[in-house]
T-cell receptor, first 116, second 111 residues
């Protein structure tokens, strides 16, 4: 079945450091790929997404590129802030039409802590 | 404000005592779903609903029931909770081809 593997945390960085969180996937067909962020005590929020190969999703300084040849969707940010401290989830979905279960298959999550 | 609202946010209960976690969305979304989040396992889908009166099992449905009598509500029912259902639960909804919106979560502890 489909699966998502992301680097295990926790990841601890200093403010303004460069961030990479690796994510690879296994899926048949052409999944859509997502990064969700979960701030302490809150639900998940969509951070960015990409729906086809070579697409780059970006939001709030974060970027990820859908690489079909390496089945990867690594999350990057050039300069992290304390406010970026959260749990980050990589996810995929293949059901985007009206007649299917839009199930997200999640990775296990990576806890990021950014220190001032 | 568009939102998915879950209640209760926190609950401690005992084995075998039936409970219901409510979920309501104000976006007129057709699709709704329940996930549970466990350390080291990420989020896993419990049940989903494509529309009113249409529900189906996700990956981990054992021990749970759902109903979808109205479009806005999708309650999760634990008929006889057990300690292995201690978890953080999320409800989510979306319109077809749109983004999935999550509620803030319900932390359940079964003693």
């Amino acid at each position: 079945g489909d699966s998502v593997t992301q680097m295990e945390g926790p990841v601890t960085l200093s403010e303004e450091a460069f961030l990479t969180i690796n994510c690879t996937y296994t899926a048949t067909g052409y999944p859509s790929l997502f990064w969700y962020v979960q701030y302490p005590g809150e639900g998940l929020q969509l951070l960015l997404k990409a729906t086809k190969a070579d697409d780059k999703g970006s939001n709030k300084g974060f970027e990820a590129t859908y690489r079909k040849e390496t089945t990867s969707f690594h999350l990057e940010k050039g300069s992290v802030q304390v406010s970026d401290s959260a749990v980050y989830f990589c996810a995929l979905s293949k059901g985007n039409s009206g007649g299917s279960n839009y199930k997200l298959t999640f990775g296990k999550g990576t806890l990021l802590t950014v220190n001032p | 404000e568009a939102q998915v609202t879950q209640n209760p946010r926190y609950l401690i209960t005992v084995t075998g005592k039936k409970l219901t976690v409510t979920c309501s969305q104000n976006m007129n979304h057709e699709y709704m779903s329940w996930y549970r989040q466990d350390p080291g396992l990420g989020l896993r889908q419990i049940y989903y609903s494509m529309n009113v009166e249409v529900t189906d099992k996700g990956d981990v449905p054992e021990g749970y029931k759902v109903s979808r009598k109205e479009k806005r509500n999708f309650p999760l029912i634990l008929e006889s909770p057990s300690p292995n259902q201690t978890s953080l639960y999320f409800c989510a909804s979306r319109i077809y081809s749109g983004e999935l919106f999550f509620g803030e979560g319900s932390r359940l502890t079964v003693l």
